[in-house]
């Protein structure tokens, strides 16, 4: 297993248009994460998964996002009608529940969405 | 609502010698973890160190290590022997709900730079 695995590395849409991302976390791992950066700033957290149930939403999820994670292994992010403001890099970390990496996230290479 | 602050939004140190980086951070818990992140220009995010709250000794992990002062609330890291591939934005985190679970809150971040 290589890592958390992001897909597309990067999406250029027009606005009004529907996206959808993928992330693949660390094969053993029970927590996924997202979360959204902008240029020059700190992650910022949107939601996370612990196996297929979704425990917390951020305020920054606006109604037009939407995860997935249906089978407790690969996630989906979608956000419809796109506006420039969605323009970010959208990171997906994942972390396990015991051992030494326990607590730890790990992070994918992220999708970068350019909203034109 | 917690928060995690990095007031030095660059720096910059001569390769071979020693930087550190501050961060403090707000929370009402009694236990939890503090990470240091780095993120390398156009790459992924990684992990530096961890701490664990409840341990008084300060992590370590090779030319890094950090001085944790939890009645103080800060946890500032200190990068040894500097060398080119530290350059690099670094950031500081807070795992929140505790040590079980729960997301990350960064700060704003650091950008380092070294001198050859």
């Known amino acids: 297993d290589t890592g958390v695995s992001q897909d597309p590395r990067h999406k250029i849409t027009k606005r009004g248009q529907n996206v959808t991302f993928r992330c693949d976390p660390i094969?053993?791992?029970?927590?996924l994460y997202w979360y959204r950066q902008t240029l020059g700033q700190g992650p910022e957290f949107l939601t996370y998964f612990q196996n297929e149930a979704q425990l917390e939403k951020s305020r920054l999820l606006s109604d037009r996002f939407s995860a997935e994670r249906p089978k407790g292994s690969f996630s989906t992010l979608e956000i419809q009608r796109t506006e420039q403001g969605d323009s970010a890099m959208y990171l997906c970390?994942?972390?396990?529940?015991?051992?030494?990496?326990?607590?730890?996230?790990?992070f994918g290479a992220g999708t970068r969405l350019s909203v034109l | 609502a917690q928060t995690v602050t990095q007031s030095q939004p660059e720096m910059s140190v001569q390769e071979a010698e020693t930087v550190t980086l501050s961060c403090t951070y707000d929370?009402?818990?009694?236990?939890?973890?503090l990470f240091w992140y780095k993120q390398p220009p156009s790459r992924q995010m990684i992990l530096v160190i961890r701490q664990e709250a409840y341990k008084q000794q300060n992590a370590t992990e090779n030319r890094f290590s950090v001085n944790f002062q939890k009645a103080a609330k800060s946890f500032s890291l200190k990068i040894s022997d500097s060398q080119l591939g530290d350059a690099a934005m670094y950031f500081c985190a807070k795992l929140t709900g505790g040590t079980s679970y729960g997301k990350l809150t960064f700060g704003q971040g650091t950008i380092l730079t070294v001198h050859p």
């Open positions: 094969s053993e791992h029970n927590r």
């Open positions: 970390a994942s972390s396990g529940t015991s051992g030494r990496s326990k607590n730890i996230q790990y």
């Open positions: 929370t009402s818990e009694s236990d939890y973890y």
